[in-house]
């Protein structure tokens, strides 16, 4: 196959993602305990855990955006304590630090320091990292996200937007994720070609068809594979 761009996932494959979300829901209900007791006593963690699964299961609508159900979840916590001023801004940052602040698997910024000076890399996630914050922004030649397209994985249309942005032709680029369906499954849909970073070697799930082009231990093995197959 013919590379000449690639799109990459964030979460869980540059990086594991719950740590993060779980310090980011515990440094929110420090700030709730401090800041807003009655909030707190109220909404504990695990409460507030549920109450944002109820606001995603009630508004399918927003399945692409996270950002916005946790502003729900938020303001919905604060209403049903009787509180009508919501600081929202304050609120989200303090989550939205915490959740940027992750830790990146070994092998995934020398890969991406390889991969990114030879081909041009859009990240595409249904998340709501933030690359400039994280500090690898600049290794991107595009950010592609659900929440700004509108649609998340495994719609064909996000897959879509990327290879536009990129300027290459779906055949072309190589879509690079953890999640067999979302990933790749979605992005074989779109006509991308498919490698999955499988970093617990599971074997391929029942049920979603022809497995992907690539099965990969790490993103090491990924710029091994570019590097030795591809010439540019």
């Given at each position: 196959m ?8 964030l979460?869980?494959t540059?990086w ?8 980011a829901?515990?440094e ?9 007791p ?8 695990p409460a507030?855990r549920q ?6 299961a009630e ?9 916005t159900q946790?502003?729900?979840?938020m303001?919905?916590a604060?209403?049903a ?5 919501v600081?929202i801004?304050?609120?989200w940052e ?8 992750v830790?990146?698997y070994?092998d ?11 081909w041009?890399v859009?990240?595409l996630?249904?998340?709501n990292?933030?690359?400039e ?6 290794h991107?030649?595009c ?7 509108g649609?998340?994985?495994p719609d064909v249309?996000i ?6 942005r ?9 879509h690079v994720?953890?999640?067999?369906d979302l990933?790749?499954r979605?992005?074989?849909?779109a006509?991308?070609?498919t490698?999955?970073i499988n ?6 799930p029942?049920g979603?068809?022809a497995p992907?082009?690539?099965?990969l231990p790490?993103?090491g093995?990924l ?10």
């Amino acid at each position: 196959m013919r590379i000449l761009a690639l799109t990459l996932d964030l979460d869980d494959t540059l990086w594991p993602v719950l740590p993060a979300l779980e310090c980011a829901d515990r440094e929110l209900d420090a700030y709730l305990r401090t800041h807003h007791p009655e909030v707190a006593t109220r909404w504990p963690i695990p409460a507030m855990r549920q109450l944002r699964a109820q606001v995603a299961a009630e508004r399918r609508d927003l399945a692409h955006d996270f950002t916005t159900q946790r502003h729900l979840t938020m303001r919905r916590a604060f209403e049903a304590c009787g509180l009508d001023e919501v600081p929202i801004e304050a609120l989200w940052e303090v989550y939205f630090d915490a959740r940027n602040r992750v830790e990146l698997y070994t092998d995934a910024l020398p890969a991406l320091e390889r991969i990114t000076a030879r081909w041009p890399v859009a990240s595409l996630t249904n998340g709501n990292a933030d690359l400039e914050r994280i500090g690898i922004h600049t290794h991107f030649h595009c950010q592609v996200c659900a929440r700004d397209t509108g649609v998340g994985k495994p719609d064909v249309r996000i897959f879509q937007v990327a290879a536009e942005r990129l300027g290459v032709a779906p055949e072309h680029i190589l879509h690079v994720g953890d999640d067999a369906d979302l990933d790749m499954r979605g992005a074989r849909a779109a006509g991308l070609r498919t490698a999955w970073i499988n970093r617990e070697r599971r074997p391929w799930p029942d049920g979603l068809g022809a497995p992907p082009d690539l099965d990969l231990p790490d993103m090491g093995a990924l710029a091994d594979w570019l590097e030795r197959s591809q010439r540019v």
